[in-house]
């Protein structure tokens, strides 16, 4: 790995997951739409290293330490190397010039992680399939991870116009 493609991964992962923080955001401000609780994913995280990976649902385990922390820091990181894989994929170039498909296809792709991993962990089932309304999740996650693959794209643009 070049120095490079190092700081292309950093800063395009880093701008993508801000990107899709912003629009959970706006919508949680201006719709009332409620985004995921970042300590939740970090307190699945916590019980990982303890041998437990599904819970029955995550908000009736005992909270860990650090787990807000745990959970934000890993939300960002996994921003990071998603952008990483994508530069691996298509290569660095695209960083100087961005085209919107790969990143839209991308973050769309991203959604494997929650419906696959994330969710039957924390006790929702495969793509949400346990929860109350398992097309509205499915939905909103589909919408978060849209947002990832446009946070892809602009933040590719940034880096591209600032010659970072």
């Given at each position: 790995m070049t120095e490079d493609f190092i700081r292309l991964t950093f800063l395009i992962g880093i701008g993508a997951t801000l990107v899709m923080d912003i629009w959970a955001f706006l919508q949680k401000r201006l719709f009332g739409i409620p985004s995921l609780d970042y300590a939740?994913?970090?307190?699945?995280?916590?019980?990982?290293?303890?041998?437990?990976?599904?819970?029955?649902?995550?908000?009736?385990?005992?909270?860990?330490?650090?787990?807000?922390?745990?959970?934000?820091?890993?939300h960002y990181a996994i921003g990071v190397l998603f952008a990483g894989i994508l530069l691996m994929i298509i290569g660095t170039g695209w960083a100087v010039q961005p085209t919107f498909l790969p990143a839209l296809a991308m973050g769309v792709g991203t959604i494997v992680a929650p419906f696959f991993i994330l969710q039957p962990g924390m006790g929702a089932g495969i793509a949400?399939?346990?929860?109350?309304?398992?097309?509205?999740?499915?939905?909103?996650?589909?919408v978060a991870h849209t947002s990832f693959g446009i946070g892809l794209y602009l933040s590719a643009i940034a880096v591209s116009w600032f010659r970072f």
């Open positions: 939740l994913v970090g307190r699945w995280l916590g019980y990982l290293p303890r041998g437990q990976f599904v819970h029955n649902p995550i908000g009736k385990s005992a909270p860990v330490f650090g787990e807000t922390l745990i959970g934000w820091t890993a949400a399939s346990r929860t109350p309304a398992p097309n509205v999740a499915r939905f909103r996650s589909l």
